[in-house]
């Protein structure tokens, strides 16, 4: 089934942690409470000569501006003496999510209420402030933005913004082999942004009040190489809790590595908030990088043999399959749709993103899984909702599609929305088969009583399934079939009704049992 989403963070004394501070500095966090009037306009500037009444603060600067569309403005300093020039991208062209037949591709500066972040990358020359100082303001909406430069016409070096720079793997890309995404966070103007969608997207955001989980790169050993993968700890974390942890797997596309999902991707934020709102589960959150996991047609055997060992024994984190969660965007989605047709059931949930649809409908047991597929609304790796339907008449499939393109516009709320509605929720992935059979149910010519006590034992076993109450549920569901079997038998269901009732209550049965 097709949805639209709307948009409702080490061990202490690892050499890798990475501090909280590092995340919250003063000089960023203070950006979210700083509220001036408009700056003056930077183009008449004369070059070779900083200007006293301009920030030159390095790096960015989100300001409460009433003469911005969307009530918030960026202002973006780059340093850099020996540059001739300078190039601010951003990921912020816009698209209207409100009107998806609209076709136009709008700038940030004609931000109105329905539109969204999707439309591709705002590409400008940075105005020369002298003294090396370069700058350029944009109106910018709410939740994480992503942005980058290229100095001295050089595109193929994304170059990281030294003031905010990501905090990248010691052991991930380097040069132009990255793609350096730098984040900047921007509140939500209820007034002026006015926009559902937009509102949602301040799970992205920083809270000043919020429990604090922690995030490192942890080092490990793969094929006699030390490597890291990205470890973030929720909120409180407790190595002897009595329930291990569910553990989330996440994986990065081309041009980045373990690093992007915590920074751009903007797990560590959303996590600590969905989990301060219950939204979530606190689960450990894992990030590899793909080239230590091992050959794709051999179903990365260092993920299985190594990486996975290597978590489940140095954090309280549960060894059942159903208690992991593996996702990956773009190149990422190739690997998790690889991991699925090589041993479905080594995970209990799935998210391919961006990656269109390569999972096999011949795959054994893909009825075990939970898999949400995804990507936003102007990505070239959408993938087919047909062919998501197809699998989902085998499996267990969901398919969501967000307000975005090819990138972390899309990509974090697919994460909020994986995290938040469906992983650990049997029930979010059973409910179109439960619908199904209610509806097949209301089609056949049973009397009201003997409809009644189908979907009633249909509604209980979802409820069941929902409470972890499996065995609980397949007695219910053994039950609908006994029944269904009795009405066939009787006459009162017709061959043709009893075939469109008992394949999907077999679906589910089998699925359930799977994971008892």
């Known amino acids: 089934m097709t949805s639209i989403a709307l948009q409702r963070r080490g061990d202490a004394g690892d050499p890798h942690e990475v501090p909280q501070d590092r995340i919250f500095g003063s000089r960023r966090w203070r950006m979210f409470a700083v509220t001036v009037v408009a700056w003056a306009m930077l183009l008449t500037m004369a070059p070779g000569t900083a200007q006293a009444d301009v920030n030159l603060t390095p790096g960015p600067t989100v300001v409460a501006d009433p003469d911005s569309p969307t009530g918030y403005t960026g202002h973006f300093v780059y340093y850099d003496p020996d540059a001739t020039s300078v190039r601010f991208v951003a ?64 595109t193929n070096l994304w170059v990281a913004d030294p003031a905010n720079s ?14 350096a995404f730098n984040a900047v966070y921007v509140p939500y103007d209820a007034a002026k942004q006015d926009f559902a969608p937009l509102a949602a997207r301040q799970i ?14 942890v080092p490990f050993e793969v094929n006699g190489t030390t ?50 709102d219950g939204d979530t589960e606190p689960a450990v959150v894992i990030t590899t990088n793909t080239n230590y996991l091992g ?25 059942q399959p159903i208690d992991r969660a593996f996702a990956g965007l773009s190149a990422g989605s190739f690997v998790t749709q690889n991991l699925i047709n090589y041993d479905a ?8 993103w961006s990656g269109g649809v390569s999972v096999r409908a011949t795959t ?33 499939v969901e398919n969501v599609v967000v307000a975005g393109a090819h990138d972390f516009n899309a990509w974090n709320q697919l994460f909020t929305t994986f995290a938040r509605d469906y992983l650990w929720q049997p029930e979010a992935f ?54 269904v079997d009795g009405f066939a038998a009787s006459g009162k269901l017709t061959a043709e009704q009893s075939a469109s009732l008992l394949p999907v209550a077999q679906k589910i049965l089998t699925n359930v049992g799977h994971w008892q």
């Open 430 to 483: 059973i409910q179109d088969e439960i619908d199904t059979l209610k509806a097949a149910v209301a089609a056949t010519g049973l009397n009201k009583g003997n409809k009644n006590a189908l979907t009633v034992k249909l509604d209980q076993a979802l409820r069941l399934v929902a409470k972890g109450d499996s065995a609980g549920a397949l007695e219910i569901l053994n039950g609908f079939v006994a029944q």
């Open 91 to 154: 990921d912020i062209m816009l698209r209207n999510w409100a009107d998806t037949t609209d076709t136009k591709v709008y700038l940030p500066t004609e931000y109105e209420p329905g539109l969204m972040r999707g439309g591709g990358a705002y590409d400008v020359e940075m105005t020369n402030a002298g003294d090396g100082y370069w700058v350029t303001d944009v109106p910018l909406a709410a939740g994480v933005n992503q942005y980058w430069f290229y100095v001295d016409g050089n």
């Open 204 to 217: 992205e955001l920083p809270r000043a009040d919020s429990p604090k989980g922690t995030w490192s790169y």
């Open 227 to 276: 490597r890291t993968v990205g470890v973030y700890l929720p909120p409180g974390y407790d190595a002897d809790r009595a329930e291990p942890y569910k553990t989330i797997y996440m994986q990065h596309g081309g041009g980045q590595d373990q690093s992007d999902w915590m920074n751009i991707g903007d797990v560590p934020f959303i996590m600590d908030n969905l989990i301060q």
């Open 295 to 319: 050959a794709a047609n051999q179903g990365y055997p260092n993920l299985r043999n190594v990486v996975i060992p290597f978590v489940e024994s140095n954090y309280n984190v549960s060894t």
């Open 166 to 179: 990501p905090i990248f793997a010691p052991d991930g890309l380097t040069g132009t082999a990255r793609r």
């Open 364 to 396: 054994p047991d893909l009825a075990a899984p939970y898999i949400l597929y995804g990507g936003g609304l102007w990505d070239f790796g959408l993938p087919n909702a047909n062919a998501v339907a197809g699998l989902d008449e085998i499996g267990f």
């Open 345 to 352: 059931d080594a995970f209990g949930y799935y998210g391919p």
